[in-house]
């Protein structure tokens, strides 16, 4: 089909005829090597073949596609194998979207464990401390572990009060941070 044709850089009449290694070329994403002919693998084992993550396929003009895939045997009445069925889509567009949340996470997590301010993430609906970074951890002298286990009520000099106006302000997004005595 013209989808897979895109992605192998082969049209089906250019295709015919030639083995499926050549057409369907993949490799591991991270290290590069080939990864053996789903096809292959399934005529070998039987049954159906799906392979792993981080998978390339190379087209024909050399461009690559992040490819999630699977193989499964075509039989005949008597149950014999008389071919493969194989099916794959490019999932490059996941594969980045997923990669730029890890990035961004990864410099959110950096910003938060090395920031000399005191940080906590606090569930907004129940005020219990979700994560603490060190100079929080510092400051008010728990580890991270009992300041998980907390509310933001334990920590803070706010009468109920002011805490439940604060918990308001952020449910209504008016507020994303405030700043309490200690």
Same mark, same amino acid.
């Given at each position: 089909?013209?989808?897979?044709?895109?992605?192998? $850089?082969?049209?089906?009449?250019?295709?015919? $005829?030639?083995?499926?290694?050549?057409?369907?070329?993949?490799?591991?994403?991270? %290290?590069? %090597?080939? !990864?053996?002919?789903?096809? /292959?693998?399934?005529?070998?084992?039987? $049954? /159906?073949?799906?392979?792993?993550?981080?998978?390339?396929? &190379?087209?024909? =003009?050399? %461009?690559?596609?992040? !490819?999630?895939?699977?193989?499964?045997? &075509?039989?005949?009445?008597?149950? #014999?194998?008389?071919?493969?069925? +194989?099916?794959?889509? =490019?999932?490059?567009?996941?594969?980045?979207?997923?990669?730029? +949340?890890? /990035? %961004?996470?990864?410099?959110?997590?950096?910003?938060?464990?090395?920031?000399?301010? &005191?940080? +906590?993430? !606090?569930?907004?609906?129940?005020?219990? !401390?979700?994560? /603490?970074?060190?100079?929080?951890? =510092?400051?008010?002298?728990?580890?991270?572990?009992?300041?998980?286990?907390?509310?933001?009520?334990? &920590?803070?000099?706010?009468?109920?009060?002011? #805490?439940?106006?604060?918990?308001?302000?952020?449910?209504?997004?008016?507020?994303?941070?405030?700043?309490?005595?200690?």
């Amino acid at each position: 089909n013209a989808v897979d044709e895109r992605l192998t $850089g082969w049209t089906t009449w250019d295709a015919a $005829g030639r083995p499926v290694e050549e057409i369907f070329r993949i490799v591991d994403g991270a %290290s590069g %090597s080939a !990864v053996p002919s789903p096809v /292959a693998k399934m005529l070998r084992e039987g $049954g /159906a073949v799906e392979l792993g993550n981080h998978i390339v396929l &190379i087209a024909g =003009d050399g %461009s690559e596609h992040q !490819v999630a895939d699977s193989c499964s045997a &075509i039989r005949d009445a008597r149950g #014999q194998v008389i071919g493969a069925v +194989l099916v794959f889509r =490019d999932v490059s567009e996941e594969y980045r979207q997923r990669m730029a +949340l890890r /990035a %961004s996470e990864e410099r959110h997590r950096i910003l938060f464990e090395k920031n000399r301010a &005191i940080q +906590l993430l !606090v569930d907004a609906a129940t005020g219990a !401390v979700i994560d /603490a970074n060190p100079a929080a951890c =510092d400051f008010y002298g728990y580890t991270r572990e009992r300041l998980r286990q907390m509310t933001i009520g334990e &920590i803070n000099a706010l009468d109920a009060h002011a #805490q439940q106006h604060v918990v308001e302000m952020i449910r209504a997004e008016k507020r994303h941070h405030f700043v309490v005595r200690h």
